[in-house]
């Protein structure tokens, strides 16, 4: 293998671009299965509204919200909204601002929208987390007067702005009450208020869901041309290197067999250097074609999986930890088995290009000394031999697809069990459980890849 990296600093060129488009190739990979997390949880689910923070808020309800915060938030809740002519509000943030609002807009959506939902504002008795929720709710947030739904309209002017440590007394009882699924349920909260807002504001929500998975469907298929554009590329690049390399070699082969002694040759059967001059060398191409396509691009894949599981935070990453186990010892169990034949094999092609060689050569003394019969059970012994140690061998590993798809099904119930119980507890979403199987099939492949190139 070392020698064959010394070839390639030939091209050394060619295997930089190689790696770099493989890069961009396992980039847009591991792009596409977030993509359709997104288009499963937030375009379908959420109905394309993308996070906690509004487009546009009604007076009323910018006035609540803000009641809600700290100073501090409050301030950046100001500079991210200017008001219309109507009295509403329009978020004219940047993406940075958004994020940071994003962060704390979560909990007053849900305060809020309980206030809302037990009558009036403040209300008491239906909010999030229970009566005391609702009631600390009305008290903490310092008395927010008016009918139902229906506060002054000068409400940001007439509301008393409780103290930072009433608005975060008031949210660590919320939070409390909520349990380990608080950032799931706030989240839904505040999908299912945003939607009530724009549908009182006289926003279409479906034209809003359409852009959204128009958008990020346009996005997939950019991905996709990409990617399909770098395999391309990548495949093109090196079967040119894998053929130039063969090339090289074969004449390097060649021109140091000619400069042998005649003591040399003795060394070397006639055969045996046919066969290092076409099968070896073929191999040797056919492995620089799949090490340049398969083996650089397996631990891009696999680290980039590894990455994105992580971030993804379903506390299933023992699930990839036993898939990569099971393979590893699968694999184990086969090279045992199947390696000692595979170099065998190169053995029984030598041994039957001697044979033939013999054969055909002296075919004209067989013939005089009616030595045909023999010479046939010969060939035929060699041919045998070789032809059970490729059926063993193909058999080896014609048993180890099944096997690995079954294991990477098996991993599969095992994903979609355990997410459908976080799921049901509120935990995990639809889409995340999806990337985090296909980041789980790429991990699985990536050491596949690895493990069958190891044996070429």
């Known amino acids: 293998m070392l020698k064959i990296f010394k070839y390639l600093k030939e091209s050394k060129w060619s295997v930089l671009a190689i790696i770099a488009l493989l890069v961009v190739q396992a980039y847009c990979d591991l792009a596409l299965p977030q993509y359709t997390a997104d288009i499963v949880d937030i375009g379908i689910g959420q109905k394309g509204i993308e996070n ?104 940001s002017a007439s509301i008393l702005a409780p103290t930072d440590d009433q608005v975060l007394a008031l949210r660590d009882q919320v939070l409390e009450s909520l349990g380990e699924t608080g950032e799931t349920v706030i989240a839904q909260r505040a999908m299912l208020f945003l939607q009530a807002e724009y549908e009182r504001l006289g926003m279409d929500l479906g034209k809003i869901q359409r852009s959204y998975l128009y958008r990020t469907g346009g996005m997939m298929l950019a991905y996709s041309v990409v990617m399909m554009a770098t395999a391309i590329l990548v495949g093109l690049l090196a079967s040119r290197l894998g053929a130039k390399l063969g090339l090289n070699l074969r004449e390097r082969v060649f021109s140091r067999v000619v400069s042998f002694s005649h003591a040399e040759m003795e060394q070397f059967s006639t055969a045996s250097l046919i066969t290092r001059s076409t099968n070896d060398i073929q191999q040797v191409q056919m492995v620089v074609v799949m090490m340049l396509r398969m083996v650089v691009y397996a631990p891009i894949i696999g680290i980039g999986g590894i990455v994105k599981v992580l971030g993804t935070r379903t506390g299933m990453g023992w699930i990839i930890a036993v898939a990569v186990a099971l393979i590893l010892a699968l694999v184990g169990v086969l090279m045992a088995v199947a390696m000692p034949r595979f170099k065998k094999m190169q053995a029984l092609v030598d041994r039957l290009n001697l044979v033939s060689r013999e054969i055909l050569t002296g075919v004209s003394v067989i013939r005089a000394f009616s030595r045909e019969r023999f010479e046939e059970e010969r060939f035929d012994r060699a041919n045998r031999d070789l032809m059970r140690t490729q059926l063993f061998t193909n058999r080896v590993m014609n048993i180890m697809m099944p096997v690995m798809m079954l294991i990477m099904n098996g991993i599969s119930i095992l994903i979609v069990w355990f997410g459908a119980k976080g799921i049901d507890l509120g935990n995990l979403m639809v889409g995340d459980m999806l990337a985090f199987i296909t980041y789980t099939m790429q991990i699985v492949m990536s050491f596949l890849m690895l493990t069958m190139i190891s044996v070429m």
């Open 52 to 155: 906690a923070v509004p487009r546009r808020l009604g007076a009323e309800t910018y006035a609540g919200l803000m009641s809600l915060m700290t100073q501090e938030e409050r301030a950046l809740m100001a500079s991210a909204y200017g008001q219309e002519d109507d009295g509403g509000y329009v978020f004219q943030g940047d993406k940075e601002t958004e994020e940071a609002l994003d962060e704390c807009i979560g909990i007053p959506i849900l305060i809020l929208s309980a206030m809302r939902e037990s009558g009036g504002m403040p209300g008491a008795g239906t909010a999030v987390g229970g009566p005391e929720a609702a009631d600390a709710a009305g008290t903490e947030s310092g008395g927010i007067s008016g009918e139902a739904g229906n506060p002054p309209a000068d409400l």
